[in-house]
Nanobody, 121 residues
Framework: QVQLVESGGGLVQTGGSLRLSCEAS????????LGWYHQAPGKQREWVAV???????NYADSVKGRFTISVDNAKNTGHLQMNNLKPEDTGVYYC???????????????WGQGTQVTVSS
């Protein structure tokens, strides 16, 4: 069973940067889609960014121009570069990856365990 291992969260001051990573626990054939979600304290999980297999990206209005999503298929890893962080970015960030374990496998969706981001004012 593939697991997604997230890393890169932490405590940062307003205006700072973090780079989140989401790595598959075993070698896989391909990453089809990658999404990042944010769950602020006491709130529902919300979509932040998506990277599709065609290379297209899209972002929530609240992070446009500040966050960048990327995928490195060779390393079975996705990233979320977070710049100019604001206190409202505080929360747990989850990655969601649709991947193929083998070339003949069907696409399967997995969630990471979440990584905490705290932005101090």
């Amino acid at each position: 069973q593939v697991q997604l291992v997230e890393s890169g969260g932490g405590l940062v001051q307003t205006g700072g940067s973090l780079r989140l990573s989401c790595e598959a626990s075993e070698s896989i054939f391909s990453i089809n889609n990658l999404g990042w979600y944010h769950q602020a304290p006491g709130k529902q999980r919300e979509w932040v960014a998506v990277f599709t297999s065609g290379g297209a990206t899209n972002y929530a209005d609240s992070v446009k121009g500040r966050f960048t999503i990327s995928v490195d298929n060779a390393k079975n890893t996705g990233h979320l570069q977070m710049n100019n962080l604001k206190p409202e970015d505080t929360g747990v960030y989850y990655c969601n990856m649709e991947l193929r374990r083998q070339s003949w496998s069907r696409k399967t969706n997995y969630w990471g365990q979440g990584t905490q981001v705290t932005v101090s004012s």
